[in-house]
Structures are given as structure tokens and as C-alpha cells.
């Protein structure tokens, strides 16, 4: 999973180093992109459902859907997560998405859509490994996104079956 760093306040660079990726156990990476502080609640949140259902990835993602959902409290959080372990990445929304990603290529930000683009047009060529395609793809939205920068923060599972599952949060 590689994320950028910078943040954003309306049309204005604020910070260009932020950590938009953490590691939640040693098996689990989750990356957000939306509000710096509805992000962190929602990682608090996530790291709970983990103890709840340790080793469950999908269970602990749609617990949390669920929660940001009806829960009066947490529906106003604005933020988008991507919560990746070693067999399966989930993209969690508060719209009560909790959507299992089936090709490989997922991305999250400003930057998404030119990222996941990118990653997907990067999939056919040979001798890119995932870290490679997903490095290459945050460079091509950051060149075409204002609000997706050059610093980049890396994180990466081994993979079980295909060495071709990169994962791009901005």
C-alpha cells in the first residue's frame, strides 16, 4: 500500500509529509484519505473491531461500516479507508460501503482515479512487481493531481498468490 503526504485545506498545500498509511497489527495496513481527525477516530474504531475479531479482516471492516453508519455519532466523519491483510483488501466508506476488492488495483484521494489508472494500465507490463506498479502510479497522479504529492510512505504484505496487488491511497 503506498499513500502521499500531503494534506490539503481548501485550495492550499498545508503539510507535505503526513502519514496517511499505519500498520494496525502486524498482518493488517490501513490507508485513509478525507479529514486528518475523522481518519484517526476511525482507525481507533477499527483497531477495537480487530479485538473483537482478531484475524477477521472483513468481519472487523463491515462491524466498522456498520458502526460508521448508524451510529449518530460517526455518521458525520468524512473519510474513505482501505484495510488490506494478506488474502484480502476492503474499501470502507460512510455511505456503509464495505466493498471486497476483486482486481488488485484499488485506490482512495483526490488522486484516485488517476493512481488506480495508472496502476491498472501498469498491471500488463512484465517485470513490475506490485511495489513498482504502485510507486509508478502514485508518481503519475501526482504529476496530474494538485492535491497528491511526491512523498510517498510505503507499506507491503507479502503476498499470498499474486505479485500483482498494488494498493494506492492519496
Known amino acids: 500500500m503506498i499513500g502521499d503526504g500531503q494534506i490539503s485545506l481548501g485550495h492550499t498545500v498545508f503539510k507535505t ?3 496517511k498509511i499505519r500498520r494496525i497489527q502486524d498482518n ?8 486528518a481527525a475523522d481518519c484517526l477516530a476511525l482507525l481507533e474504531l477499527l483497531e477495537k473491531e480487530f479485538e473483537k475479531h482478531p484475524g477477521q479482516t472483513l468481519r472487523a ?9 448508524t451510529n449518530k455519532i460517526h455518521q458525520t466523519l468524512q473519510a474513505d479507508m482501505l484495510v488490506s491483510d494478506k488474502e484480502i483488501t476492503c474499501l470502507v466508506d460512510g ?11 484499488v485506490a482512495i ?11 491498472t494500465a501498469l498491471l500488463d507490463v512484465h517485470n513490475m512487481d506490485a511495489e513498482q506498479i504502485a510507486r509508478k502510479a502514485m508518481n503519475i497522479a ?4 494538485v492535491y497528491t504529492n511526491h512523498t510517498h510512505m ?3 504484505l507479502d503476498s499470498i ?7 494506492i491511497q492519496d
Do not use: T
Request: charged fraction near 15%.
Open 28 to 35: 493488517v495496513i490501513c490507508g485513509f484519505a478525507g479529514s
Open 17 to 19: 509529509n503526513a502519514r
Open 154 to 156: 510505503v507499506e507491503v
Open 95 to 105: 455511505s456503509g460501503n464495505c466493498i471486497e476488492i476483486e482486481s488488485g488495483v
Open 61 to 69: 471492516c463491515l462491524s466498522l461500516a456498520k458502526q460508521w453508519r
Open 109 to 119: 484521494g483526490s488522486g484516485g482515479l488517476y493512481a488506480q489508472s495508472a496502476a
Open 142 to 145: 501526482a504529476d496530474l493531481c
Open 161 to 167: 498468490e499474486s505479485p500483482y496487488q498494488p494498493i
